[in-house]
């Protein structure tokens, strides 16, 4: 079992970052790929990017992919979302969830997720 906690979400303005982080409880982090969704009002989730368990692989949408970097460290059971150049259609709910299988960018390889944390680009 892997109980997940996100935070940093807030309101910033387009052209600005925030830092993500989603802390994991249980032993196991460290062997779950993680990965990072949004949605959007309206809108179905959506992936954004994912991690391998070691970290030495990321995967990223295009829409994001060159602004937003994924990391995590397994010592603290943290993985983080910095997010830079925010525009404001990445206004959403932020979800971060694990799979015990590999990082994907599909929806269904996830088990465990957050209650996530809004994110809200001003134009």
């Known amino acids: 079992q892997v109980q997940l906690v996100e935070s940093g979400g807030g309101l910033v303005q387009a052209g600005g970052s925030l830092r993500l982080s989603c802390a994991a409880s249980?032993?196991?982090?460290?062997?779950?790929?993680m990965g990072w969704f949004r949605q959007a009002p309206g809108k179905e989730r959506e992936f954004v990017g994912a991690?391998?368990?070691?970290?030495?692989?990321?995967y990223y949408a295009d829409s994001v992919k060159g602004r937003f970097t994924i990391s995590r460290d397994n010592a603290k059971n943290t993985v983080y979302l910095q997010m830079n150049s925010l525009k404001p259609e990445d206004t959403a709910v932020y979800y971060c969830?694990?799979?015990?299988?590999?990082?994907?960018?599909?929806?269904?390889?996830?088990?465990?997720w957050g209650q996530g944390t809004q994110v809200t680009v001003s134009s």
């Open positions: 969830t694990g799979s015990p299988t590999i990082a994907s960018m599909l929806i269904n390889e996830y088990d465990y």
């Open positions: 249980g032993r196991t982090f460290s062997t779950y790929a």
């Open positions: 991690i391998s368990w070691s970290g030495g692989s990321t």
